[in-house]
């Protein structure tokens, strides 16, 4: 209804958006590392038997899976320097994203250790491997094999996520869109750009994880 | 007479409270081919398991060359061991399972070369040469470099024994190795079997085939609901059953 | 304009007018402790709404955030927007502005119980001070006018601004006066001002361009409320919400047109 | 120091009596979003992991470029843009409407991801078998296919859930006064952030909590006896 | 003579470029009973999939009580029926699967009800009484309310053929019913199967269980690289084969 596109103002900051997407990738990247290295620790808490581990990671993934991210980014960024710990925007963004993905990462590794077959554990057992070795050379190694096609999807929400880091000021991806909004008030057009920035990240994302999952699948 | 390869004393075993071993005694030599028979739930695969310590048991020791596996009694009370000792003591045994269980993302040789490299502090070359050296022995130089989703099942078996075997254990555990095996692969993996045998290799194999058993083992130790029923040689215990409860197996297996 | 007839018709017709404006920014437009939405862009719809139907409670606010106020007025979902809205020329090609209501200026403010005390001090320690500021283009450039080495954190709510300052990630904020005023009366005592003020912008309702008819209508309505019949009205809802008596206009010659 | 605690807590407790109907207004609004977009996007997703199951090439094309697309957009852009997109072709979306629509979308791609996968990893044995005695496809999809689809995609769909409640928080963005944006509107004039961000954060998990217990529960309920 | 049960008339089948029935003719009366043996690929279950319509097929006719089944012919040019009217043709033969494919989540009694109640539209009550009469008739009346995870694979085949025949077909259709079983259960079924045979049901039955073809089919049928290599009495065809094929065939199975 009379309303006519116009990207002019879009495409003069257009390198402000791919500045804030590469932020937003590097983001996602620091933080799910540290996120996948938690979810490793608890999915091994939850899959073992001594309830004095599986207690406190089940409560850990039950609360901050069940907790808005946007309370969680609020709560480092502003109550833990009321406690002592002060880090910067950037810091506390990704420390946040990292406990969060964290969560949502030792549910898919759960899934994951526990599809590795017994036997196999059995098996390095008996050729006098410890049960560290096992995991390092045996079950870890099948497990990521076994969780790729669902990893895939949970990296991809999570890599959405770093919109939200936008409510503290990080200059990603989303601030970015919204800084020019306020500029120039071309808000269709900016998120229509905005939004193939991420669903193109997205498809890259997805289409780098089929090449890995098919550069580790087994030969039949 | 030279300190026994194997003892066991008195062991006990339970899951929950059902009594799987109630008090099995048995001594092995250097060098002998025992063959574990009995009908389904004696407790066949609990006794190997245990003597691998892929169980804890409840009561009774278990000794190789006079070394106890898994447990040391101090003053009467018994402590498990810690992992790193427990590890040692396993690859002093080599087992082989019914199911294989190769490792599906390691070729033929990397299955084979992990427990020397992880375990045994081996450099890659000197592993993988040794690997190879036990592949040719049972018939897969070939198949080094597949992976256990390209090999026959037969083939599979092999590799598993080939891996257990390069660990160059003091003692083998089978455990059913061709039951999962289709019947025109059996033959292959009991070939290998022999030959081990043959080469003086200290084995313990539980088995169905009663015609293997009586070929290849120097004694027969015949479980039956917890315990060992009977034992004595192949030739012997087969021709003429001492027990009820063996007369009763022996009919219903396929020897006769 | 005859065909699609103006919005001041269509506006007539419907019985209500429909105003734009946010809910989370005080003393503009916020909710009170009973739940209505009040603050002064809220009366410049009351303003109007008298002035269209003579019956100041006949307008219904849309609730939008600070992006949407352009969007909604050129997709038609409201018939104007005033929500502090800043003159721009860039904003005035996508929107028709009325004759501005309100003239803001930025001002800093600090803890009472903080190491600056003032303006002078803040400069003074130059790059040790952290000011918080709303998420802007400007922004970064509003602050250094006037604290040219401090440095600057954006913040995308006027909440997040004071809490940066509650939990020491600044030691100032840098804001609307207004804002800074209201939120001193609330917490009495805690907060001091910093002095000084700059960065001077006109507020105004903003609606859709080419309307001219409703354009003029509304710049009368609010015309008349800043200097005509319905000043006491301006004049209340500017004491209750900046705290200032406002001088009557002057009778006579239109100080217009001096 | 403790005095001061107790104070802050009593000024919390008094401003958060205060906001009482508020918060609870805005609660209501946000449960019905997401019941109302969990609702209309499961009905939509299970029509749309039909159509990526078992319609034509075309048809199954068309619905993968949706579903990816959907997926890979933040779901806040979703909402804008169901806000603005449509007004630009005369089609007036109230923003609750537009909310809703953008949430139960965003829902779609995912139940229809879902259901495909469940779909998919059913044998095709049990296809066969209830072709074997005769029944239509029609048939086969209610009694065979889906209650096994069901029981399989429940705990995910739970998830999905969970998501939506979250997601709800960004209709503040277009003025639907949800839970989260109430929050703010108190906040913006008693000035206590952390307290009430905190409170909501609460009321969240509260929420995703029952969800969750909910979904056991059910789980539960029609597990197939083994 | 009347008219026959089954007419299958220069049947061809391919899967892409691979032709896999290359012109199969065979025509059954009502009551018999036919085994079809073959080695493995050759076509076995391809032809019985296709006389219950889950394979399309290329060429030929299949014809029940003389009904054309699958497709039409209207002046030489072949269209493929409604799917209700095909659902309906499908309903005409019982068909049992290796893999029993019973519904996981119905009990035996909901597996066998599911298409007399939406097939049959017979009420709920009726449905109930036919499937435990169904039931009782294989074995398992006691086993009624258990779910297929709570049975044994014997008992789930059992269940899955009691399913097809309370749908009273015509001709049922047995492929390999016994082949995923462990050796102590396919007694059981076989028994089933048997007693059918007894009591006039027209059967197919795909089987590598020679002893069985041998004792219950009156006729055999050898399938050979996709057509009949040889049919017949079962007392002559595997005392005097008469092919080379056959010969060969029946030296690799377990019948001598
Ligand atoms: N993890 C377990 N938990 C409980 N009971 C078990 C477990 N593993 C084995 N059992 C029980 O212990 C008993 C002995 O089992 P075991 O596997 O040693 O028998 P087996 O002689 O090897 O039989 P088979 O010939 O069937 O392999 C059986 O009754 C079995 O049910
Ligand atoms: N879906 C399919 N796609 C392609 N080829 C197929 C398919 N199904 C079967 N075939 C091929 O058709 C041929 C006949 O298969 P069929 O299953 O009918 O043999 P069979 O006689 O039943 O053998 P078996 O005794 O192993 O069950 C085989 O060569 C097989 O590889
Ligand atoms: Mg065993
Ligand atoms: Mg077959």
């Given at each position: 209804m009379g309303y006519t596109l116009n990207f002019a103002a879009v495409w003069r900051s257009f390198d402000l958006l791919l500045g804030g997407l590469l932020l937003s990738l590097q983001l996602a990247a620091v933080a799910l590392v540290i996120g996948a290295a938690i979810g490793l620790v608890l999915a091994f808490a939850l899959v073992g038997g001594s309830a004095v581990l599986r207690r406190p990671a089940q409560l850990y993934v039950t609360v901050i899976r069940n907790l808005p991210i946007l309370v969680l980014i609020l709560f480092t960024y502003f109550a833990l320097p009321q406690l002592g710990v002060r880090l910067d925007k950037i810091a506390s963004f990704v420390l946040t994203l990292a406990v969060y993905s964290g969560a949502y990462l030792a549910e898919v590794f759960r899934a994951g250790l526990l599809s590795v077959p017994r036997g196999l554990k059995e098996a390095g057992l008996a050729i006098g491997l410890t049960p560290m070795q096992i995991r390092t050379s045996i079950v870890i190694p099948l497990m990521v094999r076994n969780v790729l096609p669902s990893l895939s999807s949970t990296l991809i929400s999570l890599f959405k996520d770093?919109?939200?880091a936008a409510a503290i000021a990080v200059p990603e991806l989303t601030f970015e869109a919204r800084k020019i909004n306020v500029e120039t008030f071309r808000v269709i057009e900016v998120w229509m750009v905005t939004s193939a920035l991420y669903v193109a990240t997205c498809a890259v994302l997805a289409a780098l994880m089929r090449a890995v999952e098919r550069r580790l699948a087994l030969p039949k | 007479m030279t300190k026994p390869l194997l003892e066991i004393q008195g062991l006990r075993k339970q899951y929950g409270a059902v009594e799987v071993l109630k008090g099995v005694d048995c001594t092995m030599r250097q060098g002998e081919v025992i063959a574990i028979i009995g009908s389904s739930g004696s407790g066949k695969t609990t006794m190997l398991r245990c003597i691998n310590m892929l169980e804890e048991f409840q009561g009774g020791r278990i000794l190789i060359d006079g070394d106890a596996i898994g447990y040391d009694e101090i003053a009467g009370a018994r402590r498990r061991k810690g992992e790193k000792e427990i590890a040692r003591q396993r690859a002093l045994t080599g087992m082989a399972f019914q199911q294989f269980?190769?490792?599906?993302?390691?070729s033929a040789a990397q299955n084979v070369m992990l427990g020397l490299v992880?375990?045994?502090?081996?450099?890659r070359d000197e592993a993988r040469a040794l690997a190879e050296g036990w592949l040719d022995r049972v018939g897969l130089a070939a198949r080094a470099d597949h992976y256990p989703g390209q090999l026959s099942g037969g083939q599979q078996q092999r590799v598993a024994i080939a891996r257990a075997i390069a660990m160059n254990p003091r003692l083998m555990l089978f455990d059913e190795?061709?039951?999962?095996?289709?019947p025109e692969l059996v033959g292959e993996v009991l070939q290998v079997i022999k030959a081990l045998a043959a080469e003086g290799m200290s084995m313990l194999l539980v088995t169905h085939e009663m015609r293997f058993a009586y070929e290849v083992a120097s004694r027969v130790i015949f479980m039956n609901k917890g315990v060992i029923g009977e034992e004595g040689d192949p030739k012997e215990m087969f021709v003429r059953p001492q027990t009820e409860r063996l007369v009763e197996f022996l009919k219903s297996s396929s020897f006769q | 304009a005859q065909d699609a007839g103006s919005t001041l018709d269509k506006v007539l017709a419907r019985g209500t007018l429909v105003m734009g404006t946010g809910s989370t920014n005080a003393p503009w437009h916020f909710k009170s402790a009973d739940d209505t939405l009040q603050g002064f862009d809220v009366d410049m719809g009351h303003i109007i709404a008298k002035a269209l139907f003579?019956?100041?409670?006949?307008v219904e606010f849309v609730n939008q955030s600070s992006d949407a106020r352009i969007p909604n007025i050129t997709t038609g979902k409201v018939d104007i927007t005033c929500q502090f809205m800043t003159v721009t020329g860039a904003r005035a090609q996508q929107v028709a502005f009325t004759i501005p209501y309100y003239r803001e200026g930025v001002g800093l403010m600090m803890k009472a119980d903080g190491p600056y005390k003032d303006y002078a001090a803040l400069k003074a320690a130059g790059s040790k001070v952290t000011v918080a500021v709303l998420q802007n283009v400007y922004a970064e450039d509003l602050v250094h006018a006037a604290l040219p080495e401090a440095k600057v954190d954006q913040y995308d709510a006027q909440d997040l601004i004071y809490q940066a300052l509650n939990s020491g990630r600044a030691e100032a904020v840098a804001t609307d006066q207004s804002s800074i005023g209201w939120f001193m009366i609330q917490n009495p005592g805690r907060y001091v001002d910093a002095g000084y003020g700059w960065g001077p912008q006109t507020y105004a309702c903003a609606v859709k361009r080419g309307d001219q008819d409703w354009l003029n209508f509304v710049n009368t309505a609010l015309h008349e409320a800043m200097t005509g019949v319905e000043f006491d009205t301006y004049a209340k809802s500017f004491k209750t919400w900046f705290g200032k008596d406002l001088p009557p206009p002057q009778i006579g010659f239109p100080v217009e047109y001096k | 120091m403790h005095d001061l605690l107790t104070n802050d807590l009593l000024m919390f407790a008094n401003e958060l009596w205060i906001a009482r109907l508020a918060l609870l207004k805005g609660l209501g609004v946000t449960v019905s979003i997401s019941l109302l977009s969990i609702l209309a996007g499961s009905v939509a997703g299970v029509g749309l992991g039909l159509g990526l199951v078992y319609g034509n090439r075309l048809l199954r094309l068309l619905l993968r470029g949706y579903t990816d697309i959907v997926r890979g957009t933040p779901v806040l852009v979703l909402v804008l843009a169901s806000y603005y997109i449509f007004s630009t072709v005369g089609l007036d979306l109230g923003p609750f409407q537009a909310g809703v629509l953008a949430l139960a979308v965003f829902c779609s791609s995912h139940v229809g991801e879902i259901l495909r996968g469940a779909l998919q990893a059913l044998p095709a044995g049990q296809t066969e078998a209830a072709k074997a005695i005769g029944l239509t496809f029609g048939q086969t999809f209610a009694s065979v296919l889906w209650p096994q689809a069901l029981r399989q995609i429940l705990p995910t769909w739970v998830n999905t859930a969970a998501e939506m409640v979250k997601a709800s928080t960004l209709l503040s963005v277009i003025g639907v006064a949800e839970l989260l944006l109430r929050t703010q509107e108190i906040i913006s004039r008693n000035f206590m952030s952390l307290e009430f961000y905190f409170f909501a954060g609460f009321l969240y998990f509260l929420i995703n909590f029952g969800i969750e217990r909910l979904g056991k529960f059910v789980e539960r309920k029609t597990a197939v006896p083994s």
């Amino acid at each position: 209804m009379g309303y006519t596109l116009n990207f002019a103002a879009v495409w003069r900051s257009f390198d402000l958006l791919l500045g804030g997407l590469l932020l937003s990738l590097q983001l996602a990247a620091v933080a799910l590392v540290i996120g996948a290295a938690i979810g490793l620790v608890l999915a091994f808490a939850l899959v073992g038997g001594s309830a004095v581990l599986r207690r406190p990671a089940q409560l850990y993934v039950t609360v901050i899976r069940n907790l808005p991210i946007l309370v969680l980014i609020l709560f480092t960024y502003f109550a833990l320097p009321q406690l002592g710990v002060r880090l910067d925007k950037i810091a506390s963004f990704v420390l946040t994203l990292a406990v969060y993905s964290g969560a949502y990462l030792a549910e898919v590794f759960r899934a994951g250790l526990l599809s590795v077959p017994r036997g196999l554990k059995e098996a390095g057992l008996a050729i006098g491997l410890t049960p560290m070795q096992i995991r390092t050379s045996i079950v870890i190694p099948l497990m990521v094999r076994n969780v790729l096609p669902s990893l895939s999807s949970t990296l991809i929400s999570l890599f959405k996520d770093t919109s939200l880091a936008a409510a503290i000021a990080v200059p990603e991806l989303t601030f970015e869109a919204r800084k020019i909004n306020v500029e120039t008030f071309r808000v269709i057009e900016v998120w229509m750009v905005t939004s193939a920035l991420y669903v193109a990240t997205c498809a890259v994302l997805a289409a780098l994880m089929r090449a890995v999952e098919r550069r580790l699948a087994l030969p039949k | 007479m030279t300190k026994p390869l194997l003892e066991i004393q008195g062991l006990r075993k339970q899951y929950g409270a059902v009594e799987v071993l109630k008090g099995v005694d048995c001594t092995m030599r250097q060098g002998e081919v025992i063959a574990i028979i009995g009908s389904s739930g004696s407790g066949k695969t609990t006794m190997l398991r245990c003597i691998n310590m892929l169980e804890e048991f409840q009561g009774g020791r278990i000794l190789i060359d006079g070394d106890a596996i898994g447990y040391d009694e101090i003053a009467g009370a018994r402590r498990r061991k810690g992992e790193k000792e427990i590890a040692r003591q396993r690859a002093l045994t080599g087992m082989a399972f019914q199911q294989f269980n190769l490792f599906p993302h390691m070729s033929a040789a990397q299955n084979v070369m992990l427990g020397l490299v992880k375990v045994k502090k081996m450099g890659r070359d000197e592993a993988r040469a040794l690997a190879e050296g036990w592949l040719d022995r049972v018939g897969l130089a070939a198949r080094a470099d597949h992976y256990p989703g390209q090999l026959s099942g037969g083939q599979q078996q092999r590799v598993a024994i080939a891996r257990a075997i390069a660990m160059n254990p003091r003692l083998m555990l089978f455990d059913e190795v061709t039951s999962a095996l289709d019947p025109e692969l059996v033959g292959e993996v009991l070939q290998v079997i022999k030959a081990l045998a043959a080469e003086g290799m200290s084995m313990l194999l539980v088995t169905h085939e009663m015609r293997f058993a009586y070929e290849v083992a120097s004694r027969v130790i015949f479980m039956n609901k917890g315990v060992i029923g009977e034992e004595g040689d192949p030739k012997e215990m087969f021709v003429r059953p001492q027990t009820e409860r063996l007369v009763e197996f022996l009919k219903s297996s396929s020897f006769q | 304009a005859q065909d699609a007839g103006s919005t001041l018709d269509k506006v007539l017709a419907r019985g209500t007018l429909v105003m734009g404006t946010g809910s989370t920014n005080a003393p503009w437009h916020f909710k009170s402790a009973d739940d209505t939405l009040q603050g002064f862009d809220v009366d410049m719809g009351h303003i109007i709404a008298k002035a269209l139907f003579n019956d100041p409670a006949k307008v219904e606010f849309v609730n939008q955030s600070s992006d949407a106020r352009i969007p909604n007025i050129t997709t038609g979902k409201v018939d104007i927007t005033c929500q502090f809205m800043t003159v721009t020329g860039a904003r005035a090609q996508q929107v028709a502005f009325t004759i501005p209501y309100y003239r803001e200026g930025v001002g800093l403010m600090m803890k009472a119980d903080g190491p600056y005390k003032d303006y002078a001090a803040l400069k003074a320690a130059g790059s040790k001070v952290t000011v918080a500021v709303l998420q802007n283009v400007y922004a970064e450039d509003l602050v250094h006018a006037a604290l040219p080495e401090a440095k600057v954190d954006q913040y995308d709510a006027q909440d997040l601004i004071y809490q940066a300052l509650n939990s020491g990630r600044a030691e100032a904020v840098a804001t609307d006066q207004s804002s800074i005023g209201w939120f001193m009366i609330q917490n009495p005592g805690r907060y001091v001002d910093a002095g000084y003020g700059w960065g001077p912008q006109t507020y105004a309702c903003a609606v859709k361009r080419g309307d001219q008819d409703w354009l003029n209508f509304v710049n009368t309505a609010l015309h008349e409320a800043m200097t005509g019949v319905e000043f006491d009205t301006y004049a209340k809802s500017f004491k209750t919400w900046f705290g200032k008596d406002l001088p009557p206009p002057q009778i006579g010659f239109p100080v217009e047109y001096k | 120091m403790h005095d001061l605690l107790t104070n802050d807590l009593l000024m919390f407790a008094n401003e958060l009596w205060i906001a009482r109907l508020a918060l609870l207004k805005g609660l209501g609004v946000t449960v019905s979003i997401s019941l109302l977009s969990i609702l209309a996007g499961s009905v939509a997703g299970v029509g749309l992991g039909l159509g990526l199951v078992y319609g034509n090439r075309l048809l199954r094309l068309l619905l993968r470029g949706y579903t990816d697309i959907v997926r890979g957009t933040p779901v806040l852009v979703l909402v804008l843009a169901s806000y603005y997109i449509f007004s630009t072709v005369g089609l007036d979306l109230g923003p609750f409407q537009a909310g809703v629509l953008a949430l139960a979308v965003f829902c779609s791609s995912h139940v229809g991801e879902i259901l495909r996968g469940a779909l998919q990893a059913l044998p095709a044995g049990q296809t066969e078998a209830a072709k074997a005695i005769g029944l239509t496809f029609g048939q086969t999809f209610a009694s065979v296919l889906w209650p096994q689809a069901l029981r399989q995609i429940l705990p995910t769909w739970v998830n999905t859930a969970a998501e939506m409640v979250k997601a709800s928080t960004l209709l503040s963005v277009i003025g639907v006064a949800e839970l989260l944006l109430r929050t703010q509107e108190i906040i913006s004039r008693n000035f206590m952030s952390l307290e009430f961000y905190f409170f909501a954060g609460f009321l969240y998990f509260l929420i995703n909590f029952g969800i969750e217990r909910l979904g056991k529960f059910v789980e539960r309920k029609t597990a197939v006896p083994s």
